[in-house]
């Protein structure tokens, strides 16, 4: 099989912005990985996001946009088309050569229990103003084979994980950990499929509490962490939940854990005490796995936090494991995402599985998403 230039396109659960990363690969062990992008919202965008997630909540079928959700759902696929735009006009040699979108959208409801996942993001008006076909949708089919529709990135981490470096590749099974603003893992073993599921929450409360208590939008270094302590009576209170102790697969809504734990606490203890959550959190999960890995690999900007790495690493070692970052193994931590995007775009126009039974709980491995054509008159339309 030849391989695919793809665009990816996440805009994840912390709302910070979109990241895109151009791909090329056959969808199976081929994978060359070109430049990547991020596109910022300013504040007041990210909070038009957070705000509508309320309106979400009463989301009876997936295709209902009440309150604000229709208009952003276009304003947000008009900025995914900009940002493509600006992408692309950078890109050069092979990479100029695009012929497919990965979008994933953003998240504004996830309910794998009423079978419903919500991803704004409309394939059709983005196919229209870039020009290229676009792959979207691309959790529904899992959640229609019984799945939790969430993480989809295993594939991608399974493909990563065979192209390591000789020196890491000997450590298989390794753990991919991706602390965005939930956290998820894949434990990918020498032999079969990648075992999966989200882990907890990563920055998401971080980055709530610190814009609730001091009008931050994140732990920058985790800076405001540095001059605090862990409240160990918080910690117990929050993993004392039992999603922690549910056996996978399990997926978790942005909502499913709020700040409901950390009244009265100062700014930086409760900054923290939630990196600490976000690290055990992560460290229960190999409780899930079929072995306890001996490589953890950390992507996602949670890796940016000295101390959610340091309290996994020292956690990690405990159980007779070593955690590193993307970027000692070779590869980005900022562009994950959206490069598994332009991979599984490229799977699902192959027809070959997004998900498997071990990574969402899907009764067989299958294909997914929903392929959008630009209209025979479109073409790079000016914004
Ligand atoms: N320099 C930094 N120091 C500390 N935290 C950081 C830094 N940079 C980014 N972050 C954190 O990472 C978050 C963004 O991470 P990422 O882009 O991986 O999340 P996402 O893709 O939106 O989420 P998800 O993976 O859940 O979909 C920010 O909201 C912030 O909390
Ligand atoms: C429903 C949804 O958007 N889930 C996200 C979220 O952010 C992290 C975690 O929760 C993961 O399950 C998923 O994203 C990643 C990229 C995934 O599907 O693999």
Redesign the pocket.
């Known amino acids: 099989m030849t391989a695919i230039c793809a665009i990816g396109l ?7 912005g979109i ?1 895109l990363a151009v791909v090329a690969s056959d969808g199976a062990d081929l994978v060359e990985r070109g430049p990547a992008h991020f596109v910022p919202y300013e504040a007041a965008f990210r909070r038009r996001i957070e705000a509508s997630l309320d309106d979400a909540k009463s989301i009876g079928e997936r295709t209902e946009r009440p309150g604000d959700l229709a208009a952003l759902e276009r304003e947000i696929t008009l900025r995914h088309a900009a940002a493509v735009e600006t992408f692309r006009s950078g890109l050069t040699g092979r990479w100029a050569d695009v012929a497919l979108i990965g979008f994933h959208g953003q ?1 504004v409801l996830h309910r794998p229990e009423r079978g419903l996942t919500v991803q704004l993001g409309d394939g059709a008006l983005l196919a229209d103003r870039t020009g290229l076909p676009v792959v979207h949708d691309m959790r529904a089919n899992d959640m229609l084979h019984g799945g939790q529709g969430a993480p989809l990135v295993p594939a991608y981490h399974a493909a990563l994980a065979r192209s390591l470096p000789p020196d890491l590749r000997a450590t298989l099974p390794v753990a991919f950990v ?7 893992v894949t434990f990918v073993p020498g032999e079969g499929d990648p075992v999966a599921f989200d882990s907890g929450p ?3 409360l ?2 709530q509490w610190v814009s609730r208590e001091g009008g931050l ?6 800076m405001i962490a540095s001059e605090g302590g862990v409240v160990q009576t918080v910690l117990d209170a929050y993993l004392a939940s039992p999603f922690f102790s549910r056996p996978a697969p399990k997926s978790l809504d942005r909502n499913d854990f709020t700040l409901d734990k950390v009244p009265g606490l100062e700014l930086a203890d409760g900054a923290r005490t939630l990196a600490a959550v976000s690290a055990e959190a992560i460290l229960r999960a190999a409780g899930h796995m079929p072995a306890v890995p001996k490589l953890w690999i950390v ?4 890796r ?2 000295p101390h959610i790495v340091g309290d996994l690493r020292r956690g990690a070692e405990r159980q007779g494991g070593l955690v590193i970052l993307a970027e000692d193994a070779g590869l980005d931590g ?1 562009a994950m ?1 959206a490069e598994a995007w332009a991979y599984l775009a490229v799977r699902a126009r192959r027809g070959l599985p997004l998900t498997f039974p071990t990574t969402t709980g899907c009764r067989l491995p299958v294909t997914g998403g929903a392929l959008s054509l630009p209209s025979e008159t479109s073409g790079p339309v000016e914004r």
């Open positions: 996440m805009s994840g659960t912390s709302m910070d990241d998240t991706n602390i965005g603003g939930i956290s998820n990563g920055n998401a971080i980055d939008p994140f732990d920058e270094n985790g992507c996602g900007g949670g940016k936090n900022d995402e």
